[in-house]
């Protein structure tokens, strides 16, 4: 697993990941040094590099990263390769973007112009952080909670999904890029499913209402 950003989201899904079994390489934008300390305390599946490493290392890469970093966003070593979307647009952090805006386009499609080779899944983008590490559970588990997930490439949604099973949630099948918007910022699937931020803990959400919280979802 490569990580392009490495913030409460990154850190998080890291964390989940070498729990797992998986390895992870951490990058952001400050460097490598920056992230020794995080390295150090994931343990030996854990290390640092630039984001061109992290991409290159990964057969998953995950970028969670603001949308205004996007152009920043190493293109190359992402070709053919599965990548996890976690951003959300917020004009007040990216500034106004008039596609976005408009929505002309979703975030993901958005980032897709700018790492066109890549096969882009949107998920983790809904769950607050905290929740996101108490909720996990076994397969199995009667209180596992289900995260949706966006994308146009059927092997990579797989390679997606096998992931998320693996550090323990389910998955709903939220449709294409184009339908990503019904897990963005502000949609019934974003945040409230899972608990107020007030609760670290959160609280266990089921496939039926997540695919609920989708349907709501309006523009």
């Not at 998080?12 to 951490?26: P, S």
């Not at 920056?34 to 061109?52: C, K, M, N, V, W």
């Not at 983008?125 to 588990?141: C, D, E, Q």
């Not at 609760?199 to 209402?209: F, H, N």
Request: charged share 15%.
């Amino acid at each position: 697993m490569g990580f392009i950003g490495s913030g409460s989201i990154g850190r998080t899904l890291a964390r989940l990941a070498v729990g797992a079994g998986h390895q992870v390489v951490l990058s952001n934008s400050r460097g490598p040094g920056t992230l020794a300390d995080t390295a150090a305390e994931l343990g030996p599946r854990a290390s640092a590099a630039t984001g061109e490493e992290a991409a290159a290392a990964g057969d998953i890469v995950v970028v969670t990263v603001p949308v205004s970093a996007y152009p920043h966003v190493p293109a190359a070593p992402l070709a053919g390769k599965t990548v996890i979307d976690t951003c959300n647009y917020g004009p007040e952090r990216d500034g106004h973007i008039p596609e976005l805006d408009s929505e002309s386009l979703t975030s993901s499609e958005l980032l897709l112009r700018y790492v066109p080779g890549a096969l882009l899944v949107k998920a983790f983008n809904n769950i607050f952080f905290k929740h996101l590490l108490s909720l996990a559970r076994p397969a199995g588990a009667a209180d596992r909670s289900y995260l949706p997930i966006a994308g146009d490439s059927a092997p990579a949604k797989a390679a997606v999904t096998e992931f998320i099973d693996s550090i323990g949630y389910g998955v709903v099948d939220a449709g294409t890029l184009a339908d990503s918007w019904r897990q963005a910022t502000g949609t019934p699937v974003w945040g409230t499913p899972y608990g107020p931020y007030a609760s670290e803990k959160g609280r266990p959400v089921g496939e039926d209402a997540i695919r609920a919280a989708l349907a709501t979802a309006t523009r």
